[in-house]
């Protein structure tokens, strides 16, 4: 497994930007990556992913808002937040995940979490 440090986040007024990004400790080339958000009562749910061919899946929520991106040489993930609104206020996690062939599951990791509050 990887560890993975996540930062980036803080206080921004509504219609701002934040830029969060998550750092492994090891390879991140053939782990799908994705962020994550959760606020209190809720589940977590699924922001953005972007998979070993970076193809990417954006939630409903955030798209032509959020971009995800990767750079395997720096073993990072990033999340590029704009054009930020109070209901995108929440602890923002980082997944790094390893599949088999079939798809099954070998591997996961989440990082500690990044508060992100978007108020004026």
């Known amino acids: 497994q990887v560890q993975l440090v996540e930062s980036g986040g803080g206080l921004v007024q509504p219609g701002g930007s934040l830029k969060l990004s998550c750092v492994a400790s090891g390879s991140i080339i053939e782990r799908a990556m994705g962020w994550y958000r959760q606020t209190p009562g809720k589940e977590r749910e699924l922001v953005a992913a972007?998979?070993?061919?970076?193809?990417?899946d954006i939630a409903d929520s955030v798209k032509g808002r959020f971009t995800i991106s990767r750079d395997n040489a720096k073993n990072t993930m990033y999340l590029q937040m704009n054009s930020l609104k109070p209901e995108d206020t929440a602890v923002y996690y980082c997944?790094?995940?390893?599949?088999?062939?079939?798809?099954?599951?070998?591997?996961?990791?989440w990082g500690q979490g990044t508060q992100v509050t978007v108020s004026s």
């Open positions: 972007i998979l070993s061919d970076g193809s990417t």
């Open positions: 997944n790094a995940a390893r599949y088999s062939s079939d798809y099954t599951l070998l591997e996961e990791s």
